[in-house]
């Protein structure tokens, strides 16, 4: 098919996309991208293609997972509340 669009991330140098998870409904992509201290935390909305978070969050993980509209749990241990950009939870 044609694509619709592209993502962005990794925008620190030596970052690389270490996980990506769309959401159940399909409307946000979130991805994040793995350094030595932390990552890059990108969620997207696949109707505009506009970022709606974009932040530095001090967690890695290979496994992201959607909670609800609002959390991202990152590798079954740090929770990502998304309108704070943080994490807000460890496990």
């Known amino acids: 098919g044609t694509p619709r669009g592209s993502l962005?991330?990794?925008q620190t140098a030596g970052d690389q996309i270490a996980a990506a998870?769309?959401?159940h409904r399909g409307?946000?992509?979130a991805a994040l991208s793995g350094g030595a201290s932390g990552?890059?935390?990108?969620?997207?909305?696949?109707?505009?293609?506009?970022d709606s978070v974009r932040t530095r969050v001090a967690a890695s993980g290979d496994v992201v997972q959607?909670?609800?509209?609002d959390y991202l749990l990152l590798d079954g241990?740090?929770?990502?509340?998304?309108?704070a950009g943080a994490v807000v939870w460890e496990y």
């Not at 959607?66 to 509209?69: E, L, P, S, T």
């Not at 241990?77 to 309108?83: I, M, P, T, Y």
Request: proline share 0%.
């Open 8 to 10: 962005a991330i990794a």
């Open 21 to 23: 998870a769309f959401h």
């Open 27 to 29: 409307r946000w992509l």
């Open 39 to 50: 990552g890059e935390l990108v969620v997207v909305d696949t109707g505009t293609g506009v």
């Open 66 to 69: 959607w909670c609800g509209d």
């Open 77 to 83: 241990r740090s929770l990502v509340n998304l309108a």
